[in-house]
C-alpha cells in the first residue's frame, strides 16, 4: 500500500513537472510589445548618437568637433530668443547619422520628396541634426550654420550631393522625409563639394539655412521599370510598434522604408511603386522584445508585385550594437 502510495506521488510530480514545462515554453514566446516599446528603442538609438556643447553667445563663433570628426561652426552673435540676440551660455544639441544601421535604429531613412509629391530613395553623405536653446526655449539664428565633414565617412565624395532638409512630408507618413534646399539666388544654402576627383581626401562643406535635420545627398536613378512592394509580418505587429526597412545592396549609405501600413490586408507597403524591378535588396523587419531588438532579414531580387511574408520564426533577439552590425555587413 505504501508502495502504491509513493507511485501516486512520483506521477503526481511527474504531471506537475510536465505542466510547468509547457508553460515555461509559452512564456517563452514573443509578448507583442507597445507602440512605447518599440519608440523607446528609436529613441534610446538616437541618443547614442547624440552630442550636448555649450557656447557662450556674446563670444561670436564657436567651433565644435563631433566624435567622427565632423567640424561645426555656429555664430553666437545671429542667435534671438524670442526674436532678442541672445546673451550667456547656450545649449546646443548635435547628432550625425552616416550608415544603414544607425539610419535603420534611429528611424532617419533616406527618401526624398520628388517634385510630383512621391518619395524615392535618396543616396546619403551624411544626415545631421543641429538645434541650439536656451533655458529650454528655442533659439533660432540669422547667421547659417556651417558643417564641413569628411566624405571618407560615406565612401568618398561625389559632386551630385546637394542640401536637404528633413521633415514629414505628411501627417501620415510616420517618417522624417528629405526636401532638396533651394540654394537661393546667391547659392547661400547647399553644400561645396571638395577632394571630387583627387588623392586628396575630401569634404563636404555644408551650409545650414536654420536648425534642424539636415542631409547632404543625391537621388538614387535607375533606368529599369518600377514596381510596388508589400510585406506582411505576424498578427499583432503593425507600423506602431514594428517596421519594415529596404536596404539597396551596393549603393552605400542608403536605406528606403515601407512607409505605409494597408490595415484591411495587415501588410506593409512602399505604396509609390519606385522600387526597381531587378533590384538586389535586403528586407528588415523590426520590432521590439523585452528591451532588445528582434529581427529578420530577407535577402532578394525585385520582380514585379512581390509580396514578402515574415514569420516570428525567422527573427532573431540583438541588441542595438549587433543589430547595427548585421545591417552594415549587407552588400
Known amino acids: 500500500m505504501k508502495t502504491l502510495k509513493n507511485s501516486s506521488l512520483l506521477l503526481l510530480a511527474l504531471i506537475a513537472l510536465s505542466s510547468c514545462s509547457n508553460e515555461d515554453n509559452t512564456t517563452n514566446e514573443p509578448i507583442i510589445p507597445s507602440a512605447q516599446a518599440f519608440t523607446n528603442l528609436q529613441t534610446a538609438a538616437l541618443n547614442s ?21 565632423v567640424t561645426i561652426k555656429l555664430n553666437g552673435n545671429g542667435l534671438r530668443k524670442n526674436g532678442n540676440p541672445v546673451t550667456g551660455l547656450v545649449d546646443v544639441k ?24 512621391q518619395m524615392s530613395l535618396i543616396i546619403s553623405g551624411g544626415e545631421f541634426y543641429v ?57 547661400a544654402n547647399g553644400v561645396i563639394v571638395n577632394g571630387q576627383g583627387t588623392t586628396t581626401p575630401g569634404t563636404y562643406n555644408a551650409t545650414l539655412p536654420s536648425f534642424g535635420w539636415s542631409n547632404v545627398d543625391r537621388f538614387y536613378n535607375d533606368p529599369r521599370p518600377r514596381t510596388q512592394l508589400l510585406a506582411t509580418v505576424p498578427t499583432g505587429y503593425n507600423e506602431t510598434n514594428s517596421a519594415i ?25 512602399e505604396h509609390y511603386g519606385q522600387i526597381p524591378i531587378g533590384l538586389v535588396c535586403h528586407a528588415i523587419f523590426v520590432t521590439e522584445d523585452n528591451g532588445q531588438w528582434r529581427y529578420a532579414i530577407k535577402a532578394f531580387t525585385v520582380q514585379s508585385g512581390d509580396v514578402y511574408n515574415f514569420t516570428l520564426s525567422e527573427t532573431v533577439l540583438g541588441n542595438q550594437a549587433q543589430l547595427e552590425a548585421a545591417i552594415n555587413a549587407l552588400p
Open 245 to 269: 526597412y529596404l536596404h539597396y545592396d551596393g549603393q552605400g549609405s542608403s536605406l528606403a522604408k515601407f512607409d505605409k501600413y494597408l490595415t484591411a490586408s495587415q501588410q506593409f507597403s
Open 94 to 117: 548635435y547628432s550625425e547619422v552616416f550608415d544603414g544601421g544607425k539610419m535603420l535604429t534611429t528611424d532617419k531613412t533616406t527618401m526624398g520628396l520628388q517634385a510630383n509629391g
Open 131 to 187: 538645434n541650439a536653446t536656451q533655458g529650454g526655449v528655442q533659439l533660432t539664428t540669422v547667421n547659417p550654420i556651417l558643417l564641413t565633414v569628411p566624405t571618407v565617412l560615406t565612401g568618398g565624395p561625389n559632386a551630385a550631393m546637394t542640401l536637404w532638409t528633413g521633415q514629414a512630408p505628411t501627417a501620415a507618413a510616420n517618417m522624417l522625409g528629405w526636401i532638396q534646399t533651394d540654394p537661393g539666388p546667391t547659392g
Open 49 to 69: 548618437v547624440t552630442q550636448n556643447f555649450t557656447l557662450t553667445a556674446e563670444n561670436g563663433l564657436a567651433t565644435f568637433i563631433s566624435t567622427n570628426g
